[in-house]
């Protein structure tokens, strides 16, 4: 059983930076991949991006290549979304979830964080 919480969230300007972290309890979070989705009012869930249980493997959505870094640290069992360039449209509720792969259909993935809210204003 993995649990995931997440934070970082918060208001920032069109073109700041923001880090989220999802910090997971369990033991076995080393051979979960884990992946970032997001969700904006009125739309559906939307891959972010995602990585493999070692971290060598990294996989983004075309919208935030280049913009967005995703990383895990196994030993403090938590994820992170290093998210710079920031636009308005990037605004939504960002969730991380964990699951046995890296593919970007959220459904595949059994574990769920509660979200954090990002905002970007213009």
């Known amino acids: 059983q993995v649990q995931l919480v997440e934070s970082g969230g918060g208001l920032v300007q069109a073109g700041g930076s923001l880090r989220l972290s999802c910090a997971a309890s369990?033991?076995?979070?080393?051979?979960?991949?884990m992946g970032w989705f997001r969700q904006a009012p009125g739309k559906e869930r939307e891959f972010v991006a995602s990585i493999s249980w070692s971290g060598g493997s990294t996989y983004y959505a075309d919208s935030v290549k280049g913009r967005f870094t995703m990383s895990r640290d196994n030993v403090k069992n938590t994820g992170y979304l290093q998210m710079n360039s920031l636009k308005p449209e990037d605004t939504a509720v960002y969730y991380c979830?964990?699951?046995?792969?890296?593919?970007?259909?959220?459904?595949?993935?059994?574990?769920w964080g509660q979200g954090t809210q990002v905002t970007v204003s213009s």
């Open positions: 369990g033991r076995t979070f080393s051979t979960y991949a």
């Open positions: 979830a964990g699951g046995p792969t890296t593919v970007s259909d959220y459904r595949a993935y059994g574990y």
